[in-house]
């Protein structure tokens, strides 16, 4: 196995960004992390034109997600990409995660609307729809940006208790790709994490709501897979409950000590089986041009 590690070797406004890429035959599995997004062009005055093949990474998520407002913090470049070598690939990245928020009217305004007006003026704005109507929770049902994979529906299920052997972890990593506090009312992130070991990997991409004494929601998409199968497995969970309605500790704040708690209110399973021709280079191309 190759490691090839590269911290602070590309230069972005003058800030660094981390890198680092390893190769687990078949796969090539690389991360990027760098600062937040600015909260305006970087530039131009007027912000980048439509047509600028070179826009500013503000003005390509302002365009893309046409959003009244953009969570407190979004990482542009905090990109995870595995690669295999037929040209399956598989990432996660903050535009891509953000292009399911709705941009419409939500339910989660009915469900707490109240509770929300009688302690937090300050975010009535929303309640009210004095700005435009969209997901002030930046709810995402994001699974990841595939191509050349083939899609199917599954009954087979990720083996967590093969998952809890211990086995040496070759690599792990975690990235945010976008996070807000919500006026200082709860918190809306979403992240990342990949471990892999010497049989498999497993990613977990969690987007985690805490409205403060109203809601908790959490979406994951769990992608596991053996070395050796043509195939990964891919689990989608969504879950929420009102803060009344669950037993856990008020205390108990952390994503992975709540979800248990949480009723499940939508999954899916898929396998994402790996192409066994090579793909040409035009379609590699298009999964880079994603990742700015
Ligand atoms: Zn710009």
Redesign the pocket.
Known sequence: MTAIKVHGGIDILRLPVNQEEHIYHPWHVKYTQSHILHSK????EN??GDKDID??Q??IFSRTLDLPHMPDMVFPNNILTLKHQNGATIQFNALDSLKTVSNGKINVQLACAEAWKESRSESSEYLEEKVKPFDWTFTTNYMGTISNFEIQETTERIDVDKLKRREKILFYHDLTLFEDELHDNGIAVCSVKIRVMPSSFYILLRYFLRIDGVMFRINDTRIYHEFGQDYLLREFTSREAKVEEIRASPLCIEPSEIAPYLPLTKCQYHKLIISSKTESLTNNQTVNEVTI
């Open positions: 062009c970087s530039k131009s912000g980048c826009s500013c503000f003005c």
